[in-house]
């Protein structure tokens, strides 16, 4: 059984920073291609940045610059360290883990208000 648990949400200033992370329980992870991905309120789900079982990033124009996704297989955490945060970053903001089958996580705040 595969289970994710983000953590690192909440309230933050524009011009702020936050750090994401998801721990992905479970054997193989150095498979899983990683991501996160985000929901605000009326939108659908978007992609913010995915990461590859070898290390290759992808990265949503709207975060480029801004956001930076990391890995670290030793400890089967993925990370998003969210910098220069703006208002539209706020969303609901969700871990997924992909190979064979798709995860996610159960989702974590993150508002971005002065």
């Known amino acids: 059984q595969v289970q994710l648990v983000e953590s690192g949400g909440g309230l933050v200033q524009p011009g702020g920073s936050l750090r994401l992370s998801c721990v992905v329980s479970?054997?193989?992870?150095?498979?899983?291609?990683l991501g996160w991905y985000r929901q605000a309120p009326g939108k659908e789900r978007e992609l913010v940045a995915t990461?590859?079982?070898?290390?290759?990033?992808n990265y949503a124009d709207s975060v480029k610059g801004r956001f930076t996704i990391s890995r670290d297989n030793a400890k089967n955490t993925v990370a998003l360290q969210m910098n220069s945060l703006k208002p539209e970053d706020t969303a609901v903001y969700y871990c997924?883990?992909?190979?064979?089958?798709?995860?996610w996580g159960q989702g974590t705040q993150v508002t971005v208000s002065s």
């Open positions: 997924n883990a992909r190979w064979r089958f798709n995860y």
């Open positions: 990461i590859t079982s070898t290390g290759t990033t």
């Open positions: 479970g054997s193989f992870f150095v498979n899983y291609a």
